[in-house]
């Protein structure tokens, strides 16, 4: 397993996603569109999409564990581009980064590329709610897109690394608190929050721990923070959010860059409140984009790093 992750992890630095490939999350987004058209309706749609849920990602694991239980070098491929498919760390720095430079072009560019990486709605964000939400995408999908991942790697293999990604993307399509989803994705969101729990805690501390080894990449000293203030700040607002989980890499990340997350966002025509992280709402910049993603890649290597070791 150790060589088809590496092999897989390098390519994804090297690649990304390529559009000519093929992508599973986009074979499972049609399966999930599919059936909530057909099942988002009428009564008894909280058993529906929790049906739904469990029937998707149960069959995802078993398919995948049936594929790969023959011993070929067929299978070593087909868990080396699994992997490579499943980790999305290279697509989501060069998305941010995507982000900012058209920001800098005009705040249009800005909301349109901001909004192919956000569920929010984009149209009428201001510079530094687009920049916000890039930082914020950045950590939460750090956990999501790259640490969860590796996480199920190591606990259940390639199949439970896949069923990980049906998992998120359940939760990314239809796990909102929105009229229409309430009721139909709430299963799907709670299994996600179940997915995450000890990811998006290990994405905090892996955050904290490079933020204050390499502190040196601030941008400016007077903003570092000792390890006792880095974990008392994330100790304090990682629970705030209004996500069980997604508030603990955003409050990593802004106890590191001392800046404020969270506010009011609209959702398919809804305004949805998140809690504020942080008190510092200082104006975040393009400076502040190199430092945070300069520390998601190093969070990254280490991850892989520590996944090698918990395989051994």
Same mark, same amino acid.
């Given at each position: 397993?150790?060589?088809?992750?590496?092999?897989?992890?390098?390519?994804?630095?090297?690649?990304?996603?390529?559009?000519?490939?093929?992508?599973?999350?986009?074979?499972?987004?049609?399966?999930?569109?599919?059936? %909530?058209? $057909?099942?988002?309706? =009428? +009564?008894?749609?909280?058993?529906?999409?929790?049906? #739904?849920? !469990?029937?998707? &990602?149960?069959?995802?694991y078993f398919l995948v564990r049936w594929l790969l239980s023959v011993d070929s070098w067929f299978v070593a491929a087909m868990k080396v581009l699994l992997i490579f498919c499943?980790?999305?760390?290279?697509?989501?720095?060069?998305?941010?980064?995507?982000?900012?430079?058209?920001?800098?072009?005009?705040?249009? %560019?800005? $909301?349109?590329?901001? =909004? +192919?990486?956000?569920?929010?709605?984009?149209?009428? #964000?201001? !510079?530094?709610? &687009?920049?916000?939400?890039?930082?914020?995408?950045?950590?939460?999908?750090?956990?999501?897109?790259?640490?969860?991942?590796?996480?199920?790697?190591?606990?259940?293999?390639?199949?439970?690394?896949?069923?990980?990604?049906?998992?998120?993307?359940?939760?990314?399509?239809?796990?909102?608190?929105?009229?229409?989803?309430?009721?139909?994705?709430?299963?799907?969101?709670?299994?996600?929050?179940?997915?995450?729990?000890?990811? !998006?805690?290990?994405?905090?501390?892996?955050?904290?721990?490079?933020?204050?080894?390499?502190?040196?990449?601030?941008?400016?000293?007077?903003?570092?923070?000792?390890?006792?203030?880095?974990?008392?700040?994330?100790?304090?607002?990682?629970?705030?959010?209004?996500?069980?989980?997604?508030?603990?890499?955003?409050?990593?990340?802004?106890?590191?860059?001392?800046?404020?997350?969270?506010?009011?966002h609209n959702y398919f025509g809804q305004a949805v409140y998140k809690p504020h992280i942080g008190e510092n709402a200082r104006a975040l910049s393009t400076a502040d984009a190199?430092?945070?993603?300069?520390?998601?890649?190093?969070?990254?290597?280490?991850?892989?790093?520590?996944?090698?070791?918990?395989?051994?």
């Amino acid at each position: 397993m150790h060589t088809e992750l590496l092999i897989a992890w390098v390519a994804d630095l090297l690649l990304g996603d390529p559009s000519w490939l093929p992508h599973p999350v986009v074979g499972m987004g049609r399966w999930i569109a599919f059936w %909530e058209h $057909r099942l988002n309706r =009428g +009564r008894w749609r909280v058993a529906k999409g929790a049906l #739904l849920a !469990a029937v998707s &990602v149960c069959a995802v694991y078993f398919l995948v564990r049936w594929l790969l239980s023959v011993d070929s070098w067929f299978v070593a491929a087909m868990k080396v581009l699994l992997i490579f498919c499943c980790l999305a760390g290279c697509t989501l720095r060069r998305e941010v980064g995507m982000v900012f430079a058209a920001l800098d072009r005009s705040l249009d %560019e800005g $909301r349109r590329q901001v =909004g +192919r990486i956000v569920g929010r709605d984009t149209q009428t #964000l201001t !510079a530094q709610e &687009v920049r916000t939400a890039a930082l914020e995408t950045l950590a939460e999908n750090l956990s999501d897109g790259v640490v969860a991942p590796l996480f199920w790697l190591c606990l259940l293999g390639v199949p439970g690394m896949v069923a990980y990604k049906m998992v998120n993307t359940l939760d990314s399509m239809i796990g909102y608190r929105t009229e229409r989803y309430r009721q139909f994705g709430c299963w799907a969101a709670r299994m996600d929050d179940v997915a995450n729990f000890v990811p !998006a805690r290990l994405t905090a501390v892996l955050l904290v721990v490079v933020g204050w080894v390499y502190g040196k990449l601030l941008h400016e000293p007077e903003r570092r923070r000792s390890w006792r203030e880095l974990c008392t700040f994330v100790w304090r607002y990682g629970p705030q959010h209004a996500s069980p989980n997604s508030g603990w890499p955003e409050a990593a990340l802004a106890a590191v860059i001392d800046c404020q997350f969270g506010g009011t966002h609209n959702y398919f025509g809804q305004a949805v409140y998140k809690p504020h992280i942080g008190e510092n709402a200082r104006a975040l910049s393009t400076a502040d984009a190199r430092v945070s993603l300069r520390l998601a890649f190093v969070v990254e290597v280490v991850a892989v790093c520590v996944a090698f070791l918990a395989m051994r």
